[in-house]
């Protein structure tokens, strides 16, 4: 069983910064990939931005140039860093990981970025 949890979520001004950090844990043979998704109220879940254990990138065309997804192998550890947020990037934000062993992925329950206009 591997554990995902979310962080640094919280209220931030239009044009405002926050990093957000993920972490796995428990039974890891070796992480994959991880990456960040979103869900706004009433919308689907949707892609942020992912990376692999080789380091490739991802992003959703809506955040390129303002966020940035970096990891740590080591640590199991993702994180995304937001900056010139929009009030439309309020959302809940989830964080997944792929397990090789398992083939499995799996998911955090989510930290909440709410940007005021």
């Known amino acids: 069983q591997v554990h995902v949890v979310e962080s640094g979520g919280g209220l931030v001004q239009a044009g405002g910064s926050l990093n957000l950090s993920c972490a796995a844990s428990g039974s890891i043979l070796k992480i994959n990939a991880m990456g960040w998704y979103r869900q706004a109220p009433g919308n689907q879940r949707e892609l942020v931005a992912k990376?692999?254990?080789?380091?490739?990138?991802n992003y959703a065309d809506f955040v390129k140039g303002r966020f940035t997804i970096s990891g740590d192998n080591a640590k199991n550890t993702v994180f995304l860093q937001m900056n010139s947020l929009k009030p439309e990037d309020t959302a809940v934000y989830y964080c997944?990981?792929?397990?090789?062993?398992?083939?499995?992925?799996?998911w955090g329950k989510g930290t909440l970025v709410t940007v005021s206009s």
């Open positions: 990376i692999t254990s080789d380091g490739d990138t």
């Open positions: 997944n990981a792929y397990e090789v062993f398992d083939e499995m992925t799996y």
